[in-house]
C-alpha cells in the first residue's frame, strides 16, 4: 500500500499501482545497500514532470530502450544530459533499523534521492532516477541507479535496472 503522504500527491494521471511498485522496488534496494551501518538513511521520493524528451538524440537501451531518465537544469531555463531530474513535490521517509516511516532528515545522513515522472498513466513505461549523497552506506563512490518499469496486459513490472558513474554515458547512445 502507497504510503498516504505519497498518495495525497497523486493526480488522476499518476498510476498509484506504479507508485507502489516503485516504492516497494527501491526502499527494498535501499535496505539492502544499508545493511548494518548505522548510520541515518532518508529516502527522499519525489515527483518529476520536466524530463527530456524520448525524442532527443540519447537513449538508455536496456530493456528495450526507454527515455534519458534526467530532467532539467535548475540554474537555466534549458535541458540538460547531467541534470538531476527537478522534484515538483517530495516527501522524505527515514530506516529506522525494521522500517520506513515518514519524517526529516537529519543534518549528517544518507539521502536517497528518487525521482518518478508524472502522467504515468498516460504511458506504458517509466523510468526512475536514483542518486545517493553524499554516497551509499555502503561506502560506494556516488553512483546514480535507473529502473525501466514496463506496462504490459494491464501491470506493471521492473523490466530493467542499472548503475552508472553521473559523468559518463556509456550505457546510453545517440539515437
Known sequence: MLDPSLAE?????DDSIL????????LTDAVHAVGDS????VAKIGCCHHWISP??????????????????DKTSTSWSYRALPELDWSECFVWTGENW???RAGPRCF????????????????VVHTIWTPGSPSGDEKLVQVYGFRKKNDAWS?????TFRPRTRSRFRKK
Not at 507508485?19 to 527501491?26: G, N
Not at 528518487?114 to 517509466?126: D, F, K, Y
Open 9 to 13: 500527491h497523486l493526480s488522476y494521471d
Open 38 to 41: 548505522g548510520q541515518e538513511v
Open 19 to 26: 507508485w507502489d511498485l516503485v516504492v516497494r522496488t527501491i
Open 111 to 126: 539521502v536517497l534521492r528518487v525521482a518518478i515522472p508524472a502522467r504515468t498513466a498516460r504511458h506504458l513505461q517509466a
Open 158 to 162: 521492473l523490466t530493467a535496472h542499472d
Open 55 to 72: 525524442h532527443h538524440p540519447l537513449r538508455w537501451t536496456a530493456g528495450g530502450g526507454f527515455a534519458w531518465p534526467f530532467g532539467y
Open 101 to 103: 516511516k515518514p519524517d
